[in-house]
């Protein structure tokens, strides 16, 4: 199945138009803030004033500048004589261009779910359950949208298992699981990750409890003899006011009775049941009790336990055990966190015994996982479908980067065909055939460009300018007194902690293991006057920075989906914007299905 009308050709045309912006644009993402005053980066790729530069982004547009924008279309408004930037106009054109929302290669989040649902089929267990509470604005928007994803897929599958890779605390996890009643195996590398996740999802199960118990009241209240009356009345138009207020007290006190009960352990120390209090009239259970005495008939008291027979109180024992383990076992069955490395040649079925066809799902997984549960899902059998959001693309490997050296030859075990096949290292970038075969190099500091957020950068969210002005500066003072161009040691948040320029630098040098005294207060105070006024060149070139971080972004995201396309076993892949942007900047998502599942 084609992604949406879009084919392999047509998707590697586009590639093919941001790999030629890129190539000449790319110079400018890949240099490092840290060699900005070292090297006078500005000079170096820059051919106007950051005024300029900073004039265009506000708003200002030079007339003279805009004339030139079709002269210099071809080299995207880069000189071809320098190879400098000159025609700041026909730069940023050029980046919208070659942006993902202007190459129209993305699927709207509402589109993909008109697509798969069914529904006939379509259940959403548990949904009065609010699990914002649970989480932050951010994690709730991000995992809301991607549950239901993947909801959707697990029907369309017709399969009830979901694989959460790098499932961090669990908040998806605990989301499929309760919302939607799908055995989902969290796996996460972090053992404090996989406890913070048992817990969580304990606490929330026994809030679910609660609030399954006040729907289970309400329920029953409504069928109860003598509540037929507030639909009669409202069916008249005649005393709906008074049934409404009525059952609403009714409901208030239910409530009341639910929450005092929730699930606690069935017997105490010494074996004996515990007693539950007795209501007025004897009436032990909750929405009884919110019920007039001429609703029901009349019940006798419990017998206390002191009262009881041995025979009686082994066997309530034994019955309020028996309950407590099915419990245990069905709700553990459906989120069950674990420990574990995974790559792009584990063996699924040696961390999880039990699994059965599923679905893969990644959110945020960072740097090569979400590459590797991409290759994961074109290898393995039991998964049938995937939706992988990445991020962190600065920890990507490249399989082409110099400084990684040569690759052995290793073998990965692909159960759709008979035997091992022989491949290269598996890297995360690149994955498609496509870009494989031309060498492409991207670049860590481009990579790491590509998680700038240019959404909020555009409402005023601003960079950090002074940490990087600050760190700059430092790299001109390891240079002059230390004779150091790079430091083995990283620096570390020290701007955090530091009251201010002369006190960041003596912590830094402290980190660095160099000695402070070598330099004054008012030497190093002298530094940061004599290149203060060049902290607007800074600011610019991380402007233009930005603006190249959707065209990165997207490119790393075109291989992904390339590599999708090129597997015969793949019928529908599509890249979809699952979030808002401004509340979660890395939102695109990649949504695959395999060819044996039958076809939309």
Known sequence: MECFGLSLPALREKIDGV?????????????????????????????LTPEDVLSQFNGNINSHETTQEGNMENNFGFSHDSGKLVHIGAFLKAAETHSLPSLRVSVPFEKLVEMFIDTERYTRWNADLDTDEFMNCKKAHEVQA????????????????????????????????????????????SSTNTHGAQERSRKLKRYSRVI??????????????????????????????????????????????????????????????????????????????????????????RVPPSQLSKEERERRMKENLEKKSCNRESSSSLFLPLTSYVTAETELREVIPELKDAVMVGLHTCGDLASSTLHMFASKRELRAICSVGCC???????????????????????MQSSPVVVTEVCGFPMSQYLRDQNYFCGRNARMSACLALERVTVGGGLPVESLFYRAVLHVILQDHFGAHKSEKRVGNVYSKASSFVDYI?????KLELDESKLSDGDIQEYHDQYKHRICEMLAFNRLKVTLAPCIEGLILLDRLCYLKEQENVSFCALVQLFDPLKSPRCYGLVALKTDIKSL
């Open 506 to 510: 003596r912590r830094a040098l402290r």
């Open 212 to 301: 399954q118990k006040l729907k289970k009241d309400a329920k029953e209240i409504e069928r109860l003899p003598g509540t037929g009356k507030k639909k009669e009345h409202r069916e008249s138009g005649m005393g709906e006011c008074v049934a409404t207020e009525k059952n609403s007290t009714q409901l208030q006190d239910t409530q009341l009775s639910a929450v005092a009960e929730v699930p606690v352990d069935v017997s105490n120390q010494l074996g004996e049941p515990v007693e539950c209090a007795v209501g007025e009239e004897g009436m032990t259970d909750p929405f009884l009790s919110a019920l007039s005495l001429n609703a029901v008939e009349p019940i006798s008291a």
């Open 146 to 189: 991607m549950s239901e994803v993947v909801a959707l897929l697990a029907q369309h599958c017709r399969v009830k298992q979901v694989i959460d890779v790098g499932s961090g605390k669990g908040y998806l996890s605990t989301h499929l699981s309760m919302l939607y009643e799908l055995q989902v195996f969290g796996i996460d590398s």
């Open 19 to 47: 790999q030629r912006f890129l190539a000449i644009a790319l110079r400018i993402a890949n240099a490092h803030t840290v060699d900005f005053y070292t090297r006078n980066i500005w000079d170096e790729f820059i051919g």
């Open 393 to 415: 693309y600065h920890l990507l490997s490249e399989e082409f980067d110099q400084k990684r050296g040569h690759h052995t030859p290793s073998l990965i075990k692909d159960q």
